[in-house]
């Protein structure tokens, strides 16, 4: 099994995944398992052959290229160059790719608003622009970019016709290709690099961008019958056959860690710990897991772009790409098989201890949080593992295999559904270790966690519905304030069983976009701008409550992944991702009541004699004396103090490491105050009176008196 190296594109970039980088691979390569390749699908005549009229076209647009900015040059500096944009370059382009001459087009009225795209091909819309206009901002005076940026435009009209769902935007330099995207939540395009390609001659790109681009590619009597929409199609296949390999491959990198670290004779103590109980296996496994999603946050972080600090040295992000980046292990591990050497973990640890503060040499930015603190992993830290194992571990993380063929993890779109999926599996494994001979793994049980806690995952249509019915009605409220800001970053959204997370992403996400609008005062806003959003949204706006410990934490990288923004620290998550049960609670009104008849009733386990008796014994004593708040006790009133401790929590900027501190130490002191500790002893006795086990073997249940007591 072969693959090319991830980089082979120089000038093309994805986002989102419409057409993701794996698929892009195999239509480059020829694959056989794409359809759609051959002479007669791009409607060439007999003999002609793909890579004879690829290399005619391009002889031919780079004389076009030359004559485009020769002219470009010439003009004064106020023009935006948009006829001679179209009609020396991108009109050419267009007829070379077999679209004839492109006809300019009306603007388009959907709903009462005009969408001015200049061009129409078919069912395809191709909004051309000048090179001097930015595709991701808006431009007073230019037609189809000053209402909304050139890409927010072209999107909003994809999104909203009922009859277009591919289209193409290009400003001469960029070239980009648009999909309907109204039910996906990140951005999603294919963009060629069309200065870069030209100017550097870098013909292998502009292969791609023929085959791609083509007019056959977008050719059908309806838009979902086209190639693109085709392959689109099966790139959604192929990642549904990854996701359920990457919880394989997740399953294994645990296995291979934890009996990495197991077997290593410098780890005598973890060996002595464990067989004395001083660490318990699952301690051990939940650590290797966090160890498992610091590896997995630093893939994604690093394929989007997003680790780095922007502002830090060149050298010092060239140090940290050589010597220390997941790219390196990546290269390695599809190479090697390493040694007995350690010296590949201590560089892992070198990044991961300086993501806690930040180490400008290797240009880490400060990331703050739990994942990065030492408490996460602290019997892993001083542990050492060999190099053929942290290899043979990456491997199982980064690469699948589909139909026999090798494929790498798309982490840079990777989503909360894919984690959603791999949390999913982990709940029903436990962990197995035989300390003498250094075994480690996980084996399936028929208790697992995913029946026991009532744990399933919500499907994507199920969300999207969801947010349709529930959450948009709000938004739209939220927008008619004077103030839409400040009310859209005032919404209180809650999943009270929210797993790894995949409602609260999906629904921070149509939240932040809307945010975004508000303050860009585009439809279809940058992605710079939905970024900053979202941090926002995660941080203000985002509520999840859990049974499982796993899935709070999963739920808090799942959200950090989304909201990293470069250079600013992880968002403080703590005080809106806990572990709870929501099926069981109670507010102050209940609590004033005191402890209702109905905590007695029997339940399954319970004596039901001795529950009738309970019962009478409550009512006699709730019937019997004062109020549990009367004046003479303890008044509610004295609660406020911690409602406005959290209250005063949330307005605590956490963009700066020392704000992100500030706010971790006002929520301990929130939570160890005297009067916050006595509010949860209330409610928890009285929370447990519901569920108190009723039989002789058991202690005297909490009723009313004891309560006031």
Same mark, same amino acid.
């Given at each position: 099994m072969q693959i090319r190296s991830r980089d082979i594109f120089t000038s093309i970039r994805t986002e989102g995944a419409i057409l993701p980088p794996n698929l892009l691979q195999l239509i480059y390569n020829g694959d056989k398992s794409i359809e759609g390749l051959d002479p007669d699908s791009y409607h060439l005549g007999k003999g002609e052959k793909i890579n004879e009229v690829i290399n005619r076209t391009w002889n031919r647009l780079l004389g076009a290229w030359s004559s485009f900015?020769?002219?470009?040059?010439?003009?004064?500096?106020?023009?935006?160059?948009?006829?001679?944009?179209?009609?020396?370059?991108? #009109?050419?382009?267009?007829?070379? #790719?077999? +679209? &004839?001459?492109?006809?300019?087009?009306? =603007? @388009?009225?959907?709903?009462?608003?005009?969408?001015?795209?200049?061009? *129409?091909? %078919?069912?395809?819309?191709?909004?051309?622009?000048?090179?001097? !206009?930015? #595709?991701?901002?808006?431009? =007073? &005076? !230019?037609? &189809?970019?000053?209402? !909304?940026?050139?890409?927010?435009? *072209? %999107?909003?009209?994809?999104?909203?016709?009922d009859d277009h769902l591919w289209g193409f935007v290009s400003n001469g330099l960029l070239l980009r290709i648009l999909r309907d995207n109204a039910n996906l939540t990140r951005l999603a395009y294919v963009e060629f690099d069309l200065q870069t390609m030209m100017e550097g001659e870098i013909y292998s790109d502009f292969v791609l961008l023929w085959l791609l681009c083509h007019e056959s590619r977008v050719e059908a009597e309806k838009p979902e019958e086209c190639w693109l929409e085709k392959w689109s199609r099966k790139a959604q296949e192929q990642g549904t056959r990854a996701m359920d390999q990457l919880r394989d491959g997740v399953e294994r990198t645990i296995s291979i860690l934890g009996g990495g670290f197991l077997s290593h004779t410098n780890n005598r103590q973890l060996r002595e710990n464990l067989y004395s109980s001083a660490l318990a296996t699952q301690d051990y496994y939940r650590q290797l897991l966090r160890l498992v999603y610091r590896l997995?946050? #630093?893939? !994604?972080?690093?394929?989007?772009?997003?680790?780095?600090?922007?502002?830090?040295?060149?050298?010092?992000?060239?140090?940290?790409?050589?010597?220390?980046? *997941?790219?390196?292990?990546r290269k390695l591990a599809e190479k090697r098989r390493g040694t007995g050497h350690t010296d590949l973990f201590v560089g892992l640890k070198v990044v991961m201890q300086n993501l806690n503060a930040g180490y400008p040499e290797l240009a880490l930015p400060a990331l703050g949080s739990f994942l990065w603190s030492e408490r996460a992993i602290p019997d892993l830290v001083n542990l050492e593992i060999s190099n053929h194992d942290i290899l043979e571990a990456i491997y199982a993380l980064v690469f699948v295999v589909d139909s026999n063929v090798r494929r790498p993890v798309d982490y840079k779109n990777l989503g909360s559904e894919e984690l959603g999926s791999v949390y999913e599996s982990l709940l029903e494994l436990h962990p197995i270790l035989d300390t003498d001979s250094g075994v480690f793994k996980l084996d399936s049980a028929s208790g697992n966690e995913r029946k026991t806690s009532g744990s399933y995952y919500t499907p994507t249509s199920l969300i999207n519905c969801l947010l349709d019915s529930a959450l948009e009605p709000v938004l739209n409220d939220a927008l008619k304030q004077k103030e839409p800001e400040k009310a859209i970053l005032n919404l209180k959204i809650c999943d009270p069983a929210c797993g790894s997370g995949h409602f609260l992403i999906a629904a921070a996400h149509r939240v932040a976009k809307r945010l975004a609008s508000v303050r860009t005062g585009d439809d279809e806003p940058s992605p710079e701008?939905?970024?900053?959003?979202?941090?926002?949204?995660?941080?203000?706006? @985002? +509520? &999840?409550?859990?049974?499982?410990?796993?899935?709070?934490?999963l739920c808090k990288v799942s959200l950090w992944m989304e909201a990293l923004e470069p250079g600013k620290p992880l968002s403080f998550l703590e005080h809106h991702i806990q572990c709870g049960n929501s099926l069981l609670g109670t507010v102050p009104a209940l609590i004033e009541q005191g402890i209702p008849d109905t905590a007695f009733t029997p339940i399954e386990g319970d004596d039901k004699k001795l529950c009738q008796q309970y019962k009478k014994r409550n009512k006699h004593e709730r019937e019997g004396v004062q109020s549990l708040f009367s004046p003479a006790g303890t008044n509610w009133e004295e609660d406020e103090p911690s409602t406005v401790c959290f209250i005063k929590l949330n307005e605590i900027e956490d963009d700066s490491l020392e704000g992100l501190h500030k706010k971790e130490q006002g929520y301990y002191e929130c939570i160890n105050s005297k009067n916050y500790q006595y509010n949860k002893l209330i409610n928890d006795a009285w929370c447990s009176a519901l569920v108190w086990k009723k039989t002789k073997n058991f202690p005297y249940p909490i009723t009313h008196e004891i309560l006031q007591r």
């Open positions: 900015k020769a002219g470009e040059s010439k003009l004064p500096q106020n023009d935006k160059a948009t006829s001679l944009t179209r009609e020396r370059w991108l #009109l050419i382009l267009f007829q070379e #790719l077999g +679209y &004839g001459r492109l006809i300019t087009s009306k =603007a @388009i009225e959907i709903e009462g608003k005009s969408y001015p795209i200049s061009h *129409m091909w %078919q069912n395809t819309p191709v909004h051309l622009i000048g090179s001097r !206009v930015e #595709l991701e901002r808006r431009t =007073a &005076g !230019v037609a &189809g970019a000053s209402r !909304v940026s050139p890409h927010g435009l *072209m %999107q909003e009209f994809l999104n909203r016709s997995i946050f #630093l893939f !994604v972080a690093e394929d989007r772009d997003l680790l780095l600090n922007p502002t830090a040295a060149t050298e010092a992000k060239e140090r940290y790409l050589k010597y220390y980046s *997941m790219n390196r292990l701008a939905q970024r900053t959003a979202l941090r926002d949204v995660i941080g203000r706006c @985002i +509520y &999840g409550i859990d049974i499982n410990e796993m899935a709070v934490e």
